[in-house]
């Protein structure tokens, strides 16, 4: 197909749901493998939270991308490199060394995708038209999204297949939760032997009936056996032994200026004890010793049923050896105490190969990437503008000088006025969305004598993981649609008042509270609509700002602000919350939406941006 006739739609979905996988793989997809593995909660939070740098730091290289080559060649060669990357990582798995290994060129990974975003994007500004930018900049984000969903989702089913068809018989338990079932909870023996042969495991039940109704004088009960659970299981080497924290956490003293705050700004609620959650237990046996060196791991997840049931997660990966085997693990089930009907849920235990489950998940990862590589080497057209802004053999000194150029010219190429709005404009618009962002969850799950609306954890799972997703795709989608045909200035107004409008949801939910889960639902699809179609007008601005020579650069410089605009705000928004309450709090984000409104007012946009052109 002729490059200038090649329909965007050929390589806009592929380009950014192959953006995005890399970024879930190093994030998301590592912690389940590594707690798969084996790794300790302690090691997994402390080696996995400094993969996030280079996506952090990105717009400090931005200049080479910019300078040496084109976008279109660091796009490709970027992709080639995660493949062998993806590849290194399934060939490392099954060794030794793993953890080590694995964490190395997840680092070579992370730095390699976080360049592939900037030449990603830089190449997608150079390949479009100003109209086709807008038209299509929904349909990038929604394929983003559908990358992270499939990382998270598909990818780890794919593991979990190969591991339930490796291993010895599953384990499967039903939990039953309802409002009578007893309370009375013990150590129970494994006495549900099955007649085999063959190495299986064996429970103490596999029907576990439990209330998700306990009160206060239930609480010492439950924390002992809770800690019972815990010590036995680790003396007989069944978990991993992590560090136990010294002395107990104990509650900070208030500071003067958040007694005033919360006495000039915060809700008059009264204190009510914390909920009280149940639990139960369930034992659990080998049958047989395992070969020295071999030991079987039985790994116990949710197969199906309500998510407000779960499985607490140290004991959730049990060890059997040929040294513990023949005494019994102890798995603790919890109910979430805000049920108020009856429901249950089946969970099922694996204990297939772990390590080759998750090396075929990354040959499959590689094997995409080489793929679209290939791909995209042959469909990614090649726009006259994408090359790069140096000369021919530049020394190390020419070099630096392009690089101090490149974000000099970013604050100076336009009055000081314009970007001085521009960089307020970036930091501010998202300025209500910040803070709410981080409370939401909090919200829905906080029982309403807190001021939340006491949502099971299953029912937040759907609103947000199914109607929370749709909203947003839709709202992102029409918002490109809409601008591509009318140009972002004429509907940065309407973008922005979507924007901050939608928060209002939030405020009535927290004055209404007693709404059933259809409002609920409704009112987030509201909201997340709302972002999607607001977060249209974001976006385009800072393509639109970007513009120019070095616009890759300037354009990955611009998304460095839009991470401090949300970070900042994020982190004293639950300080805030906690001080004032949620009523007031959501107030304080329709009064931060005058932010959001504000800057829209002094920022400058050529009217026929956006426009399709004659």
Not at 12 to 35: D, E, H, N, R
Not at 476 to 499: D, E, N, T, Y
């Amino acid at each position: 197909m002729n490059q200038k006739s090649r329909s965007p739609w050929a390589w806009i979905p592929t380009l950014y749901f192959a953006q995005g996988l890399p970024y879930v793989a190093v994030m998301t997809i590592s912690v389940i493998m590594y707690k798969r593995l084996g790794i300790s909660n302690t090691d997994i939070a402390l080696y996995t939270s400094w993969l996030y740098l280079p996506w952090v730091i990105k717009p400090f290289w931005s200049p080479f991308i910019d300078m040496f080559k084109t976008k279109r060649w660091w796009t490709v060669v970027m992709q080639w490199i995660i493949a062998f990357s993806l590849a290194g990582i399934a060939f490392t798995i099954p060794t030794s060394l793993f953890f080590q290994l694995t964490l190395a060129v997840f680092w070579v990974m992370g730095f390699t995708s976080a360049t592939h975003d900037i030449a990603a994007d830089g190449f997608y500004m150079h390949a479009l038209t100003e109209h086709e930018q807008s038209k299509y900049v929904g349909i990038r984000s929604t394929f983003y999204r559908v990358a992270t969903v499939a990382g998270q989702g598909l990818l780890v089913i794919i593991a979990g297949a190969i591991e339930l068809s490796t291993g010895l018989e599953p384990v499967n338990i039903n939990v039953k939760v309802s409002e009578n079932a007893a309370k009375t909870i013990s150590l129970s023996e494994v006495t549900n032997t099955k007649a085999s042969d063959e190495m299986c495991f064996n429970v103490s039940s596999d029907v576990l009936e439990m209330t998700y109704i306990a009160d206060k004088s239930d609480k010492a009960t439950i924390d002992s056996l809770t800690r019972l659970v815990y010590e036995s299981n680790s003396a007989n080497g069944f978990v991993i032994q992590e560090e136990a924290k010294a002395g107990v956490a104990t509650k900070k003293e208030e500071g003067n200026f958040t007694k005033w705050v919360r006495e000039t700004f915060g809700e008059e609620r009264a204190q009510v004890a914390e909920a009280v959650t149940n639990i139960g237990i369930v034992a659990v046996k080998i049958n047989q010793k395992p070969v020295a060196g071999e030991p079987k791991v039985l790994i116990v997840s949710q197969k199906d049923g309500d998510k407000s049931i779960k499985i607490d997660e140290k004991t959730s990966r049990l060890e059997f050896n040929e040294t513990n085997w023949e005494q019994p693990a102890y798995m603790i089930f919890t109910a979430d105490p805000k049920l108020k009907e009856s429901t249950s849920a089946t969970f099922e235990g694996t204990s297939g190969n772990i390590s080759f489950a998750w090396m075929v998940v990354f040959i499959v990862l590689s094997a995409f990437f080489f793929i679209v590589s290939i791909y995209h080497g042959i469909v990614l057209p090649k726009p006259a503008t994408d090359g790069s802004s140096a000369k021919e053999n530049l020394s190390a000194s020419d070099i630096l000088k392009e690089f101090f150029i490149t974000f000099k010219t970013f604050f100076t190429r336009k009055p000081v006025g314009q970007t001085v709005a521009a960089l307020c404009f970036m930091m501010l618009y998202r300025f209500p969305e910040a803070q709410l962002v981080k409370l939401i969850n909090p919200f829905l799950l906080d029982s309403v004598d807190k001021g939340g609306l006491g949502m099971t954890t299953g029912e937040v799972g759907f609103a947000y993981g199914t109607v929370g997703i749709i909203g947003l795709t839709i709202g992102g989608i029409i918002g490109g649609l809409v601008a591509a045909k009318g140009g972002l200035k004429k509907w940065l107004w309407p973008m922005a008042w979507s924007m901050s409008l939608t928060c209002g949801t939030f405020l009535y939910l927290s004055y209404a509270q007693e709404v059933s889960l259809f409002i609920i639902n409704l009112c987030i699809f509201i909201e997340q609509f709302g972002y999607g179609f607001g977060f249209t007008a974001y976006m385009l601005y800072l393509i639109y700002f970007s513009e120019g020579e070095r616009k890759t650069a300037h354009y990955a410089i611009c998304t460095g602000f839009m991470a401090l605009g949300m970070m900042l705000p994020g982190m004293a928004a639950g300080w805030l919350q906690e001080t004032i309450g949620y009523q007031h709090f959501f107030i304080w984000t329709m009064i931060c939406c005058l932010a959001t409104i504000g800057v829209c007012a002094f920022i400058k946009i050529d009217p026929s941006f956006g426009k399709k052109k004659d």
